[in-house]
């Protein structure tokens, strides 16, 4: 596994969801879920998985690396010249969840890369929790 030089740059994008932490992680492992709020996806929550999400622009290839249900799941995010690592973290509270994504590795010469994750993890999780508002 890849791992993330030390000289490198995060977005971090933080929500309180009114939904408990078992119905976000089904929405975060589940790969027709995954499909709705993020890309077209053949993920499995199993540690080593290699995985594909692929969009009309392109696709990012990634591998499983944390996976504690409900409350961790983290795997490397890789595509063209970025070699990242996306980390969700769901803490319990009392009107549902904090939700934090961080995506790690983005390099002094990567400032697009950043900008256009700072902007599309905003947007994929408004995505998120709509999905979340629609299922059971």
Not at 33 to 58: C, Q, T, Y
Not at 70 to 90: A, G, H, M, P, Q
Not at 96 to 125: C, I, S
């Amino acid at each position: 596994m890849n791992e993330v030089p030390a000289a490198t740059r995060s977005v971090i994008v933080e929500r309180e969801i009114p939904f408990p932490p078992e119905k976000i992680w089904r929405a975060l492992t589940q790969p027709h879920l995954i499909e709705e709020w993020l890309m077209k996806n053949d993920f499995k929550p199993v540690v080593d998985h290699r995985f594909s999400l692929n969009a009309e622009w392109g696709g990012v290839d990634c591998q499983v690396r944390t996976v504690e249900p409900n409350r961790t799941l983290s795997y490397t995010w890789d595509t063209k010249d970025l070699e990242s690592v996306v980390t969700w973290t769901l803490t319990p509270t009392d009107s549902g969840t904090h939700l934090r994504m961080e995506q790690v590795g983005f390099r002094a010469d990567q400032e697009p890369y950043y900008r256009g994750a700072t902007v599309g993890w905003k947007r994929n999780l408004t995505a998120l929790e709509q999905l979340l508002s629609r299922i059971d």
